[in-house]
């Protein structure tokens, strides 16, 4: 297979979700923010994430203590619905990149079903993935593998990600965010809204088959399907930056991961992504299937999403709409 070279402008087929240059060209450590070396400080540690993973893992363990069927058919379907739904297509595709355009309500749903991923607030995940795409595999890459594969999947969770102004690094990286209202208060739900979710399957469970059931799904349903959602978003920090082939040249590490690509509903066509990150369609070759972007061919198709970014230029958004118009003529 060919691999496609991408010139854009300064090396990069990217957005303007860039931070500045200097006159040399070179990102400075002001504008970039902490490095990897500057956040791995005691001081700097987010107790509160390592918490929260930390409480979500050692839940995991009792898993097989709780196991029903109908637990593992509701964590698959949670899995998809807060995986695929609320990360790949509403944190990811939708609010980080603004591969399409729907309506306020729908964006706070997906907002709303991707905080329950169990990932963080909204502000927080999309401000640190920005900062990936401008950084990637660089100096302030909050999670390149190439300061340690671990470190790219879960510890760089460990430590903020800011310069001990959080604020300010939300409204550097996501101030379109940052002014909605909505967004913020997203932020003091994240708890509330677990806890709410974590009754109301308990209560379900119990209410259909007693503490036994109730217990299942609030296992399995809350915490075997966040913590697998978690490791499956991760892989494409990691894996898909170490492992798999590439259809372009980008100035980064990222990879086509085919295994990441299943268990994380498409994304781990990551050098797709990373050639081209506003493109709503991560699969680009006939075998690169990806299950989100069918979701949001489907709210197309039903008038909820409208004006996706499926092209990779002007030239090929133009011949794929004649071709649009030509089939409904």
């Known amino acids: 297979m060919s691999t496609v070279v991408v010139t854009p402008p ?25 490095t990897t070396a500057d956040r791995k400080r005691w001081d700097n540690v987010s107790y509160w994430a390592v918490g929260w993973l930390a409480f979500a893992h050692l839940v995991v363990l009792a898993a097989p203590f709780t196991f029903t069927w109908t637990g593992l058919i509701v964590a698959l379907v949670l899995h998809w619905v807060t995986g695929s739904l609320g990360i790949c297509l509403g944190y990811h595709r939708l609010l980080t990149h603004t591969g399409m355009k729907t309506y306020n309500w729908v964006r706070y749903f997906y907002a709303t079903v991707g905080t329950l991923a169990g990932e963080g607030a909204p502000l927080d995940w999309i401000a640190d993935h920005r900062k990936h795409h401008a950084c990637s595999d660089q100096e302030g890459d909050p999670h390149t593998p190439n300061d340690g594969g671990i470190w790219s999947h879960i510890f760089w969770l460990a430590f903020h990600t800011h310069n001990g102004d959080r604020v300010a690094h939300l409204k550097r990286w996501a101030p379109d965010l940052y002014k909605e209202r909505g967004m913020r208060i997203l932020d003091y739900l994240f708890l509330p809204l677990h806890i709410a979710a974590s009754l109301a399957l308990l209560g379900i469970g119990y209410a259909i088959g007693g503490w036994e059931l109730g217990l299942s799904l609030l296992v399995w349903g809350m915490f075997v399907r966040l913590v697998t959602v978690l490791h499956a978003t991760w892989l494409v920090n990691s894996a898909s930056h170490m492992w798999g082939y590439r259809n372009y040249e980008t100035t980064d590490d990222s990879r086509n991961n085919w295994l990441v690509a299943i268990v994380a509903y498409g994304e781990g066509w990551h050098n797709n992504h990373h050639a081209y990150p506003r493109m709503a369609k991560h699969g680009h070759k006939w075998w690169e299937f990806d299950i989100t972007w069918q979701a949001i061919r489907l709210m197309r198709s039903v008038g909820l999403v ?9 030239a090929e958004k133009k011949e794929m709409q004649a071709a649009r118009e030509a089939a409904s003529s």
């Open 10 to 34: 300064k090396g990069r087929p990217s957005s303007s979700l860039r931070p500045a240059s200097d006159e040399n060209g070179d990102k400075s450590k002001k504008e970039i923010g902490p």
């Open 306 to 314: 409208w004006d996706v970014v499926d092209y990779r230029n002007a």
